[in-house]
């Protein structure tokens, strides 16, 4: 098993919504990473958890929570969204601590706030 | 910090020709370099990646890449394009620092054009 698996595909969300994203894995990665992409632009990493850690919040505002209630699991909680944070979430995993070892992404979350 | 240009926004070729993308970093140290490429709507997927060793990196779906130190480039390469190779492709950098986990840090992408 060699995927990033992403749920839902697609989310569509009030501002006043209170929502989750999911992403899983299991290939023994200890290292998780969710990104932000918007259209036409490159991913802009939001957040890093290393052996269940948060060891990276790239300064992104407190309406995004994520969690990582194990190794193979990572949520990123939505509330008070705006519609500019309408993007693609992309998870990612790779081996150990380091980016480099072994990356790879889920298929995202298409997200669209109205 | 690490910084990646692709300086091509768009390229298209011909199917059946020779491909090369251009990818310039800049870091203080001994970069983590990888290609990436993303259809339309989906994730990302790994294409190559140079860690050290060899600098001619062999990759999936015929892909190749140099890395070329004296330049700062990792130059994405294929002999022959195919119609399914038109995506976006981004070339990446990671950090190297001691403990903890770092995240990648993208160029801007090249939509890649492919002529019948």
């Known amino acids: 098993d060699t995927e990033v698996t992403q749920t839902p595909k697609h989310l569509v969300m009030g501002m006043t919504n209170k929502k989750s994203l999911k992403c899983e894995q299991h290939?023994?990665?200890?290292?998780m990473y969710w990104y932000k992409q918007k259209a036409k632009k490159p991913p802009e990493l939001m957040f890093v958890y290393s052996y269940e850690k948060l060891s990276i919040n790239e300064s992104v505002p407190s309406r995004f929570s994520p969690e990582c209630p194990n190794s193979s699991l990572l949520n990123l909680h939505l509330h008070a969204l705006q519609p500019e944070d309408s993007a693609l979430y992309l998870c990612a995993s790779s081996q150990g601590a380091r980016m480099f070892v072994a990356a790879f992404f889920g298929q995202g979350t298409r997200l669209t706030v109205v | 910090a690490q910084s990646v240009t692709q300086p091509d926004i768009h390229i298209t070729v011909s199917e059946g020709a020779s491909l090369e993308l251009r990818c310039n970093y800049s870091y203080g140290a001994t970069p983590y370099l990888f290609w990436y490429v993303q259809s339309p709507g989906q994730g990302l997927q790994l294409l190559l990646k140079?860690?050290?060793?060899?600098?001619l990196v062999q990759g999936i779906k015929g892909f190749e890449a140099e890395f070329k130190r004296s330049q700062s480039s990792f130059n994405l390469r294929k002999p022959s394009v195919h119609w399914s190779d038109a995506a976006e492709y981004f070339c990446a950098v990671g950090a190297a620092s001691g403990g903890g986990a770092d995240g990648l840090t993208f160029g801007k992408g090249t939509h890649l054009i492919i002529q019948p």
């Open positions: 290939m023994g990665h200890r290292a």
């Open positions: 140079y860690f050290s060793g060899d600098t």
